[in-house]
């Protein structure tokens, strides 16, 4: 399990020298945050974090949510592109999201600007982070739910790159949020991805 909390998350995103929105009402910082201490095997599990920053009246709300920013293992060892399966690379994607259907049924964050992803064509046990393996484009990484219904418990088909929660009621309230950010500041959305280990410490 990661824990941190927003102030941390903020400290985290700065530190990589990416941007952190402080405006009032809704101005959403949606990170990513992928666990470190998988040591890159697929677990094919939620055992990262989605978390969700912004401000209401100037005060300061936060979430933090179970979901996966891998590939499940399905997609792992099936992968639908010849090159091998995507796995986000860490990074800012400024504006790279925004509010429409996912695979045409549901409401969901999708993918509008080109970002970074590794390819993994080996199929071993492994995500393979090579910097040689990085193309950019617009693969339909999105960021959607599992379950219609409930949760999911592994990941399996739900992601092939994408970004996915485990929990449904969380992606209702991640998406009701977002729906309310777009009504004051536009259907554009900035992804962050950071690393459990690059969590900044409080001292």
Known sequence: MITCNREQIEDSVKAKGYRYFIGDNYDV????????????????????HITLSYKIDDEWKFHCWEATTDPGAYWMEHPMNKDGC?????????????????QGKYQA???????????????????DTDEDSITEGIY????????????????????AGCQVFKRIEDYKLFMNICHKAKDIWGNSFTYTLIESKDIVKKK
Not at 29 to 48: H, M, Q, W, Y
Not at 140 to 159: A, C, F, L, M, Q
């Open 140 to 159: 339909g990484i999105n960021i959607h739910r599992s379950n219609p219904y409930d949760e999911s418990y592994y990941v399996n088909k739900w992601s």
């Open 29 to 48: 910082n949606i990170v990513g945050v992928r666990n470190s201490s998988t040591d890159d095997k697929i677990t094919n599990k939620f055992d990262d």
């Open 86 to 102: 995507a796995i986000l690379v860490p990074g800012q994607y400024r504006g790279s999201h925004k509010i429409r259907l996912h």
């Open 109 to 127: 964050l999708g993918q509008k600007k080109p970002v970074k992803v590794y390819r993994d064509d080996d199929r071993d046990n492994e995500y």
